[in-house]
């Protein structure tokens, strides 16, 4: 049985940091690229960040380059978001999700299996 869980969230300060994790099971890591995905309120959900499955190579969108960073642990079963200095638009529930390809997988329409989502909210 294939599972995601996303944890991490929390409430934090603008130019603060949160890292979120993405445990997984029921699957081989190795063979699954993983997205992170958000979605504000009243927004439509939106790529984030991708790590690919065999070359290593990870992937962020422009609104977080230079403060996001995508990284795995195949042997923890493992993904992460480290988020540095947060703004008050990164306030969104985070989800990740398998995905075949990087970066195509930062489309919501080719993930396959996703987590239950962690709130992220970034205020003082």
């Known amino acids: 049985q294939v599972q995601l869980v996303e944890s991490g969230g929390g409430l934090v300060q603008p130019g603060g940091s949160l890292r979120l994790s993405c445990a997984t099971s029921g699957f081989t890591l190795d063979d699954y690229g993983i997205a992170w995905f958000r979605q504000a309120p009243g927004k439509e959900r939106e790529g984030v960040s991708c790590?690919?499955?065999?070359?290593?190579?990870?992937y962020v969108v422009d609104s977080v380059k230079g403060r996001f960073t995508v990284s795995r642990d195949n042997a923890k079963n493992t993904v992460y978001l480290q988020m540095n200095s947060l703004k008050p638009e990164d306030t969104a529930v985070y989800y990740c999700a398998t995905v075949m390809f990087c970066p195509d997988g930062l489309h919501p329409d080719t993930a396959d299996y996703w987590g239950q989502g962690t709130q992220v909210i970034v205020a003082s």
């Open positions: 790590s690919s499955r065999s070359n290593g190579r990870t």
